[in-house]
Structure formats: C-alpha cells, structure tokens
C-alpha cells in the first residue's frame, strides 16, 4: 500500500518523467475495478485527458498530485496501486484501472489491487477531498516540529484508551502514516502499538517523535520499501524490519522472537520484549 515514503518517491519520479508530456489519450482503463475511486466514467476522463499537457506531480500525505492542464488535477495513492510508466505497448499489463498514452508513445498504467485512488478533480477542489486535505500537516513537513507533535497528546483524557497505533493511523493520525511504516517507527521508539497513548512519558514521546522522522526519511531516502514499487516496477530499497516475514524471526536488538497480533483491523508485529507496553 502506498503511503507517504512511496508517495513521495513516485511523485519525483513522475514531476521528472511527465512534466511538459501532452497526452494523446487517456480514460479509467480496460477493466472496471468496484474499489478504484473515481469520480467521471470513462468517456468523461477521455474528454479530459485529450491533448492536456502534464504539470506538476507532488506528493501529501499518501496522495500523488499530478497537474492535468490547466483545470485538473490527478490524485492517485493512498492504496494498493501499481503505478508504472512503460516505454512501449507491448509492457501494458493486460487489465488497469487508469491509462495515459503520451505523444512520444509512452505509457502510464494504474492497477490497483484492494483500493486505491484514480480521481481526476477539479483543480479548486482537489485539495479538499478527504483523501488530500492539503490542510494536514505530514510528518516530513517544517511544520512537524516537536511543540506541534507533544500537543497532539494534550486533548487526551486520563482515561482515554486509544492505543498508540490509534493515536498514529486514525485519530488525532499522523497524516501519511499507515499501518506499513507504523511498525518500524514504532519498533526503533520501542514501544509496543497497544501501548496506551495516555500513558507514555515526555521522553517516551521525543522518542517516538524521532522515530518518525528517522524511519520516514530512511524510506524515502532508499526510495521506498522492499516491497513497494516505483514508477519503473523497481522495489524500494529500505528493508523493513516488522512485517509478515518476520514473524518468529530473531529480534535485530534482542533476539527475542518477533510476533504477530490482529488489531483494530490489521496486523501489528512487534518484539515483546523490545517494545513496552
């Protein structure tokens, strides 16, 4: 699933690769997909798509924005999309949710496996969608300074109970963040994703603050994780720590075997006797 790493590494792959592209033609690609979130049928997206150049790409949070002419604006991510720039006809995968054909005859393909984004809004309202709020601030932002991360923990009750994979994914939620990179920020803070939010000491917090910052830029800075892929089909090349693999595998730190629990809708993997709780 792409989250902010992956969103960041493609965006810069896409903001060198596209910008200045016209697009011969363009639609939601060859196979209908009941949770690839657009917002056009196809023959509206083709209208749209035709003779536009490409602008911009960046990346918030787990979105890719990629400027569409003047008026639109291309919003993938935020799932488990395959995005990939093919050089020739004969790489389109068969099925795809999304389909660019640029004038020097490259290719652009989303496919999507679970769910994922291929919406093309208008430009003025883009920004707005529940999948962007450009009013968020991401963890690898200016903005993201200490002060701003400890008073996230203020609102909350002596009684409160949501745990700290809660607090990180879902509410206050460090936009960006999922349940992916979630296990190896809170793997180097060593804390445990059930620990109560409430109860973590100030140090406990810079801690995980740090982590944040360190993990994130680890990823970005290896282009993404090993089993993610870029705009070229290449894995990134930050291996992760916690994940399906590493289940009863030695602890890096400790040895201590590493373990696997379903939690508010997923799996969390951690070192019991690494990550406190």
């Known amino acids: 699933?792409?989250?902010?790493?992956?969103?960041?590494?493609?965006?810069r792959q896409m903001d060198a690769a596209l910008k200045g592209k016209r697009i011969v033609s363009g639609d939601r690609g060859n196979s209908p997909h009941k949770f690839a979130f657009a917002n056009g049928t196809s023959?509206?997206?083709?209208?749209?798509?035709?003779?536009?150049?490409v602008g911009r790409s960046t990346a918030h949070g787990m979105s890719i924005l990629t400027e569409i002419g003047d008026d639109h604006t291309l919003v993938l991510g935020c799932g488990?999309?395959?995005?990939?720039?093919?050089?020739?006809?004969?790489?389109?995968?068969?099925?795809?949710?999304?389909?660019?054909?640029?004038?020097d005859d490259a290719y652009l393909t989303v496919t999507i496996s679970g769910w994922g984004n291929t919406l093309l809004l208008p430009r003025a309202e883009a920004g707005q969608h529940q999948h962007v709020q450009k009013d968020r601030i991401t963890p690898l932002d200016d903005a993201f300074t200490w002060d701003y991360f400890r008073q996230l923990f203020e609102p909350l009750a002596e009684n409160s109970k949501a745990?700290?994979?809660?607090?990180i994914i879902s509410?206050?939620?460090?936009?960006?963040?999922?349940?992916?990179?979630?296990?190896?920020?809170?793997?180097?803070?060593?804390?445990?994703?059930?620990?109560k939010a409430v109860t973590t000491s100030e140090a406990e917090r810079r801690a995980l603050y740090d982590s944040i910052h360190m993990t994130l830029h680890q990823m970005v800075d290896r282009?993404?994780?090993?089993?993610?892929?870029?705009?070229?089909?290449?894995?990134?090349?930050?291996?992760?720590?916690?994940?399906?693999?590493?289940?009863?595998?030695?602890?890096?730190?400790?040895?201590?075997?590493?373990?696997?629990?379903?939690?508010?809708?997923g799996s969390v993997y951690f070192c019991p006797a690494c990550q406190v709780n």
């Open 163 to 167: 745990s700290l994979k809660y607090f």
């Open 80 to 103: 488990g999309e395959r995005i990939l720039l093919h050089e020739s006809e004969q790489t389109l995968p068969k099925k795809y949710q999304l389909f660019l054909h640029f004038a």
């Open 43 to 53: 023959e509206e997206y083709a209208a749209i798509f035709a003779g536009q150049t």
């Open 1 to 11: 699933m792409i989250e902010l790493p992956e969103a960041i590494v493609i965006a």
């Open 171 to 195: 509410e206050p939620g460090i936009w960006g963040i999922g349940n992916g990179c979630l296990q190896d920020i809170l793997f180097h803070a060593h804390l445990h994703p059930r620990r």
């Open 223 to 265: 282009g993404g994780r090993h089993d993610e892929t870029d705009l070229y089909g290449q894995p990134g090349g930050y291996q992760r720590i916690l994940y399906s693999k590493s289940v009863s595998q030695p602890c890096p730190n400790c040895g201590t075997p590493i373990e696997k629990a379903a939690y508010l809708g």
